[in-house]
């Protein structure tokens, strides 16, 4: 017997939530698996120095990808929102608009970014040959970088639209791409660097015109591209809205750069390279959360739009409960997986082993309370308030991190840049705590 499709109207048991959200969380973390791909293949067939000049560009990369994290999570959160006030006209248009918009900042970030790629990578410190990777890795990514950013932007809205299945399908399709483009350009043709940045800017292509064709057409969501008026107050709202996740995404990379240069430092590249496997895990880890946010938010925008007080309270109860339990999981599996999942980047040096296995044994404690942040944040993006999920953004990935990693390894050495981010984890979360209770009454989800 076919399951009943699930409706955002629905009653949310946590049956239903779970069912509602899975598709969401694998397709993040499938998306955060294949994008270990690249550096898995380079540091094991291409080199220890192109393994951290490829982990030292990433932060620059993410900082122009997350533009459509802004789009899809706040734009997201208002198309859901009008669709719970009866109209739907209006969210196809906004729909719309947003994904136009988007594509049109792609090109012009990619064109930028090509241009200033050179002096940023001197200003963060690339010299001689780790330089001259930085470049070659990062204009290929930059090639593909509007297709990046619908990518991003789709993975929200596919939710959204009714459709966190199709959405993880087409996260596979594009996984799969670079997963087969990997190890065909690098472990078999011998391209390098260039052949990983190539089968990413290629999966990367495949991500975000896939959704454009079905969304093109006639389909069976709740959402379709169509023409559309400039609607400036609409696209402000978005943008105010997702300014949470952009701030995050960015402030998750300006932190990168600044561990990259803490760890240059004290331990040179080798510290690159075990921070760079600690944030291929991180990615796979905290894509648990980041998909359960983003598959939960339409849900809460809805009912929320529907002024259905009950179900946001129960939301927001079974959420917590869940988060709490995976948190647990995520802390236990990087205790227990540090070393094995190491043995996979950087097996090949002993002493790096070391380096990344110690690191994984402090970083792990992070996770036990990052998933309630991170939903925080995403709870009032989709209650439309974006200035608190901003702020709770801002205090998780910029305020609190920076703080600790200037000052922790001052008084603990090399350990104090690993107990950085746990540290900041516990008073974002403090934080977060405060917003939800100091807004419960506004809301009424408490």
Not at 171 to 196: I, K, Q, R, S, Y
Not at 279 to 299: C, D, E, K
Not at 389 to 407: G, K
Request: net charge positive; charged share 10%; aromatic share 14%.
């Amino acid at each position: 017997m076919t399951k009943k499709a699930i409706q955002l109207s629905d009653h949310f048991t946590y049956k239903l939530l779970l069912r509602f959200t899975f598709p969401s969380v694998i397709m993040l973390v499938f998306t955060s698996i294949y994008g270990i791909v690249d550096g898995f293949f380079v540091s094991n067939f291409v080199g220890k120095t192109p393994f951290a000049a490829l982990n030292f560009i990433m932060p620059v990369l993410m900082i122009l990808g997350c533009v459509g994290f802004m789009f899809g999570t706040g734009g997201g959160a208002l198309i859901a929102k009008t669709l719970g006030e009866g109209d739907a006209k209006k969210a196809n248009e906004t729909f719309s608009l947003l994904v136009y918009v988007s594509a049109a900042c792609g090109v012009v970030l990619s064109v930028l970014g090509i241009v200033f790629l050179r002096p940023i990578a001197v200003l963060l410190g690339a010299e001689g040959q780790l330089l001259s990777d930085c470049l070659l890795y990062g204009r290929i990514i930059l090639l593909a970088l509007p297709f990046y950013i619908l990518q991003y932007e789709f993975q929200c809205l596919f939710a959204t639209a009714e459709k966190p299945k199709l959405g993880l399908s087409v996260t596979v399709a594009a996984g799969v791409t670079n997963m087969v483009l990997d190890a065909l350009f690098v472990a078999v043709f011998h391209w390098g660097l260039a052949g990983a940045a190539a089968a990413t800017a290629l999966s990367q292509f495949v991500g975000g015109v896939i959704p454009l064709v079905y969304f093109g057409r006639k389909n069976t969501s709740l959402l379709r591209l169509v023409k559309c008026k400039w609607d400036g107050k609409a696209l402000l709202k978005a943008c105010t809205n997702g300014a949470s996740e952009l701030m995050s995404n960015i402030s998750m990379s300006l932190v990168s750069m600044l561990y990259n240069a803490q760890l240059m430092k004290y331990l040179g590249e080798n510290g690159i390279a075990a921070y760079g496997v600690l944030m291929y895990v991180s990615l796979m880890f905290q894509a648990v959360f980041i998909g359960y946010s983003v598959g939960a938010a339409p849900i809460v925008s809805f009912h929320y739009g529907a002024q259905n007080h009950a179900e946001l309270k129960s939301l927001l109860k079974r959420s917590a409960i869940l988060l709490g339990s995976f948190a647990v999981l995520m802390c236990l599996a990087g205790e227990l997986l540090g070393r094995p999942l190491s043995v996979i980047f950087v097996g090949y040096d002993a002493e790096l082993l070391d380096l990344t296995t110690h690191a994984f044994s402090i970083f792990s404690l992070s996770f036990l309370l990052s998933g309630f942040v991170i939903f925080g944040s995403s709870f009032f993006t989709a209650l439309n308030n974006g200035f608190i999920s901003a702020a709770i953004s801002f205090v998780r990935t910029l305020l609190f991190q920076i703080a600790a990693v200037l000052i922790f390894p001052l008084i603990f050495g090399v350990d104090g840049i690993w107990w950085s981010i746990p540290a900041a984890e516990v008073m974002a979360f403090l934080v977060t705590l405060l917003f939800l209770v100091g807004n419960r009454k506004k809301y009424g989800y408490m």
